[in-house]
């Protein structure tokens, strides 16, 4: 009980740094459950749509005059398999639609929504209750990323037609509801699919195979072995024409979702870190200002144990109640990062209660606090009654004068400021190390924002995307040099170059492979070390590739190509985000030492001083009829990274917010604490004629070389370790050299707005001392 | 007797403690010539210690006038207070309130740039006032804690005197000495004294009293005696001893 009354007295005696305690360990308990949740239920979370949405592990379309019975039978035969069904679908390659603010193409396939079928399970998020002939079903992404709702009215073009239907419902898709995959469905009632299909005629008619594994981790596996037993490529005019897994669409969809979740993380450990600096700056202030009256206390007969655990549960207390009150606060926090994750994943995410997960944060936050309360407080151990009595006198043992005043240049203020900056070391580097910590996470925040939001040159390169305006596909039969020829000679292009993407077995394992003339000419070199395959006996072999069969540059690999097999030379690494990074590069020549009849069919065209609505109007005209499609990349590239933007966008919003409150709060508390510990020496300096506006600004100033030298090492640590922190953070995703650009002004502009926060905060928590008279400030 | 260098006019200070007010000062009218060693006596909470922390500007009156020659104290701003007190006043605590993370002649220093810039002629003073107040120089580049209570108590005087101030508050300078370093304390504001320095010292001793040329003595926040003596000489001591003593006594001392 008298231990319980100890506690009482500590947190009346300091109500205010009890209560920012508070606040930075409820911020850090919010952001810890928030990064936790996200990153340990995200790997669950996709695995556990798929099976409540029944979705197909692993979907092939084939064009309808394609052989069906074959294909089914191989997939149904392959080990593993717990179901592999068909059925009709409309398939619409290069379909228009308007996406957010963009004009969108992508492949399309419709189907029947009132198909009885065993998977996957059509589960609408909403939808209308009264059903009409002119009604579409869109994936719940249209809904959050594009922002359609019930009723809006939807349309999409295809071969020069416009169809325009009302939105009657959101279904979610694990599978094909997202747009980043190359093919999307949507989903038509059985009425208005029979209207379609007559509408569109053969031509659309396309299979979809759907397949289910007992273990969906082999999906991909299945994949590249039907692609091998029926040797097609990812070309056009394949019998296959579109493949995909759910092995890769998870990885494509959590990829973002996991840097946010982990920049969350590491914030949170950040802020963490912070409240336990502070919670020793606490306990050592309260020694310090408490030392007579422990002396009282251990001359009365409490032990060390029983003044020590009054601090333990004071701290424990607090730690114990802002972390819950913070797990209670992040399941309002929660929904703003549920909407974007949903946005990215195109799937509901519900939070779910997950108690061991929030106990570990709690336990996380309570260990550590007892654990540095134990370690601040152990000088109360070895401290005698009459000592402390006395002052503590033994503590106040200064070594060295800093900063000579008869020795010393510059100004009284700024000289006092300096002696007080070394007085304190150990305290002013440990803040320094704050202000580092919060910088470097926001220059992080920053840099990639920037990269992904404004200048998007180096975060295209990083995706593997040419930076083409349009991007043709022909027909087959089409001449390939006389194409290029006759565009290049339109108005308005600078160039246009061949970049198909086909399939090519390399060491035995089938990979995407890049095609084209002359690497030279594309714009973007995804080559990060060694060089472009010049030659028909060279190849480029990407980092992921390269780990998968321990082949590197200098090294031959054997490549086949229908049944053809010869040995290339490796004379470069390359990256890409697409194709979980398993790509590799090979000149057209090079090709066609394996299948001399190669076709080349995708074209960049990269154009100068012309719109590209008019520039793809006049290529329509031209070339009509042997184009297959053609596509505006940068509305592409637009509606598909906006979601991104927005996250990231987001994540940096939040982390600039943090580090200014973490700032305003570090500075605060250190600075209150250390007016309360030098209240006498700054009545001296009253007695002595030192004006409160030179004492506000001696305390403002003391932090400047700390704040200063905190910024400057977060900012330089985050100039030079950003790109290989992000390196590191997408190497899953087959990226393994990053080249951000790091935008020095804009980093000079954030160390500016941190100092002069600080500055600011200095200045006003230290303006306290303008109400304490001098008087009071000498006899207390 | 000199030119009045400060001035009261019924002075009060009040406090204020648990919604009672208490007044300490009472309508005091006092006047300080320059020159003079004045010592402030009374009993426990007669308003000694209040009365010289008003007259120094660290606080400020409740009611009344302070005049530093012709010039009011009381409309003063705490800022404007401190620059008065940084150009005419220095001061000698008890507690002797040195600053703790400074060496002794940065003490010093401290308080001498701030009224000037030429940093080598303060530093110069500055020595001179420390070997004047009988310091060692070996004991200039240490901290407080590292110097006995006696030296420690000079270095303060040294610090009250660098910018030449016009009046010296002391607050009971002895009070936490013992008494030979008490007397080595004494002898050197004697000297400033002796030098032409005005000096106001609040004591409970009759010892350091005996070094003023004037004693005031204050019961309940008016001054109920006021004792003029010669300047301070050790041949005559006993006849000053005991005419101070009457006084006291007459106090009720």
Redesign the interface.
């Known amino acids: 009980m008298h231990v319980l009354k100890l506690v009482i007295a500590n947190i009346r005696k300091g109500k205010s740094a009890a209560s920012s305690l508070a606040l930075l360990i409820l911020i850090s308990a919010v952001l810890l459950n928030v990064g936790l949740t996200i990153m340990f239920s995200i790997q669950t979370f996709y695995d556990e749509k798929v099976e409540e949405l029944q979705e197909a592990h692993a979907a092939i379309i084939m064009k309808q005059d394609s052989h069906v019975a074959e294909p089914l039978n191989f997939l149904q035969g392959y080990p593993g398999i717990e179901g592999a069904l068909q059925e009709d679908v409309l398939l619409l390659p290069s379909a228009q639609f308007q996406y957010s603010t963009s004009e969108m193409t992508s492949d399309v396939a419709l189907l029947n929504a009132e198909l009885d079928r065993d998977f996957p399970r059509l589960k609408f998020t909403e939808r209308l209750d009264a059903i009409s002939d002119q009604d579409i079903y869109l994936p719940y992404r249209f809904k959050l990323g594009a922002g359609y709702k019930l009723g809006d009215t939807f349309e999409f073009s295809y071969a020069d037609q416009t169809y325009s239907y009302r939105i009657a419902g959101f279904f979610e898709s694990a599978l094909l509801g997202n747009i980043d995959v190359g093919l999307i469905k949507f989903m038509l009632p059985d009425a208005a699919y029979d209207s379609l299909e007559q509408k569109l005629g053969a031509e659309a008619q396309a299979s979809l195979l759907s397949v289910r594994l007992e273990h969906s981790a082999d999906s991909p596996k299945l994949i590249e072995a039907y692609s091998k037993q029926f040797e097609t490529g990812a070309s056009r005019g394949g019998e296959l024409y579109w493949s995909g897994d759910v092995v890769m669409v998870k990885s494509a969809n959590t990829m973002t979702i996991n840097i946010v979740a982990m920049i969350l993380v590491a914030f949170a450990a950040i802020v963490v870190l912070v409240s336990l600096i502070v919670i020793h700056f606490r306990i050592a202030n309260s020694i310090e200002d408490g030392i007579v009256n422990i002396g009282i206390l251990k001359s009365l007969g409490y032990t060390s144990r029983e003044i020590r655990g009054s601090m333990l549960v004071q701290f424990a207390g607090i730690a114990l109640l802002s972390s819950l009150l913070g797990i209670v606060l992040s399941y309002w926090i929660m929904p703003v990062f549920g909407g974007i994750i949903s946005s990215l994943a195109g799937l509901l995410w519900t939070m779910q209660v997950d108690v061991g997960l929030h106990a570990f944060s709690i336990l996380l936050i309570l260990v550590t606090v007892l654990a540095v309360t134990l370690w601040s407080s152990r000088r109360i151990h070895f401290l005698q009654p009459v000592e402390a009595l006395r002052g503590g006198l033994a503590a106040h043992s200064f070594r060295k004068n800093f900063v000579p005043l008869d020795k010393s240049s510059g100004g009284l203020t700024w000289m006092l400021a300096w002696k007080a900056v070394l007085g304190s070391l150990k305290q002013n580097l440990l803040i320094a190390c704050i202000i580092a910590a919060v910088t470097f996470a926001s220059v992080f925040a920053v840099v990639l924002y920037y990269n992904v939001g404004a200048d998007r040159t180096t975060f295209i390169q990083l995706v593997g995307s040419e930076t083409a305006e349009v991007v043709a596909i022909t027909k087959p039969g089409t001449d390939s040099a006389e194409f290029i020829k006759e565009v290049e000679a339109m108005e308005g292009v600078v160039k246009a170059t061949i970049l198909d993407v086909t399939m090519m077995e390399i060491e035995g394992n089938r990979y995407y492979t890049q095609v084209t003339e002359d690497f030279s000419r594309l714009e973007n070199n995804t080559v990060y070390e060694g060089r472009y395959p010049k030659y028909n006996n060279e190849i480029v072999i990407s980092g992921a590739i390269s780990k998968e069969i321990g082949k590197g540059i200098g090294d031959t690999v054997s490549v086949t190509v229908q049944g053809e097999t010869k040995t290339y030379l490796v004379t470069g690494l390359s990256q890409s985000i697409n194709f979980l990074g398993l790509v590799a590069s090979i000149t057209k020549e090079g090709i066609e030492q394996l299948a001399p009849d190669y076709e080349s069919s995708v074209f960049n065209i990269y154009l100068d001083q012309i719109s590209t609505v008019n520039f793809i109007k006049q290529l329509n005209a031209q070339w009509g009829e042997r184009l297959d499609s053609v596509t505006d990349l940068e509305e592409v590239f637009n509606s598909q990274s906006s979601i991104y933007i927005t996250a990231l966008f987001s994540v940096m919003v939040l982390i600039l917010t943090i580090t200014s409150v973490v700032v305003i709060l570090i500075l605060y508390l250190v600075i209150k604490t250390m007016i309360l510990k030098r209240r006498r020496e700054l009545g001296i300096y009253k007695a002595i004629g030192y004006t409160t506006l030179q004492l506000t600004n001696q305390i403002a100033l003391s932090f400047v070389p700390v704040v200063v030298t905190g910024i400057l090492a977060g900012s330089v640590i985050g100039y030079i370790f950003t790109n290989p922190l992000l390196a590191f953070l997408l190497s899953s995703a087959g990226i393994f050299n990053v080249d951000f650009n790091v935008p020095l002004a804009g980093i000079i502009i954030l160390g500016l707005g941190i100092t002069a926060l600080s500055y600011a905060v200095s200045l006003l928590v230290s303006s306290r001392i303008r109400h304490i008279s001098t008087y009071e400030l000498i006899t207390e | 007797m000199g030119n009045s260098i400060l001035r009261t006019d019924k002075l009060c200070k009040s406090f204020s403690s648990s919604g009672v007010q208490q007044h300490v000062l009472k309508n005091l009218d006092l006047e300080i010539q320059a020159g003079d060693f004045t010592v402030i006596m009374g009993s426990s909470g007669s308003g000694k210690?209040t009365l010289l922390?008003t007259l120094s500007g660290?606080?400020?009156p409740t009611m009344g006038d302070i005049y530093f020659g012709e010039r009011s104290l009381s409309g003063l701003s705490?800022?404007q207070?401190?620059?008065?007190?940084?150009?005419h006043?220095g001061?000698v605590?008890q507690q002797i309130?040195?600053?703790?993370?400074?060496?002794v002649?940065?003490n010093v220093?401290?308080?001498g740039?701030?009224?000037s810039k030429n940093?080598r002629s303060?530093?110069a003073e500055?020595r001179k006032l420390l070997a004047q107040v009988g310091l060692p120089a070996t004991a200039w580049?240490k901290?407080p804690?590292q110097i006995s209570g006696g030296e420690a108590q000079r270095a303060a005087i040294a610090?009250a005197l660098i910018?030449r101030p016009q009046i010296v508050f002391a607050d009971e300078p002895t009070g936490a000495l013992n008494s030979a370093t008490s007397t080595l304390v004494l002898d050197v504001l004697t000297e400033v004294h002796q030098s032409g320095q005005s000096l106001i010292m609040v004591t409970h001793d009759i010892k350091s009293a005996l070094r003023g040329n004037r004693v005031i003595y204050l019961c309940d926040g008016i001054i109920c005696g006021d004792l003029r003596l010669e300047p301070y000489a050790t041949d005559e001591l006993t006849a000053r001893n005991e005419k101070l003593k009457a006084f006291l006594s007459e106090m009720g001392w």
């Open positions: 210690s922390y660290m606080d400020k705490n800022d207070l401190a620059v008065f007190r940084r150009q006043c001061f605590f309130h040195l600053l703790d993370n400074m060496s002649l940065d220093l401290a308080g740039l701030l009224v940093k303060v530093a500055a580049g901290f804690s610090r910018n």
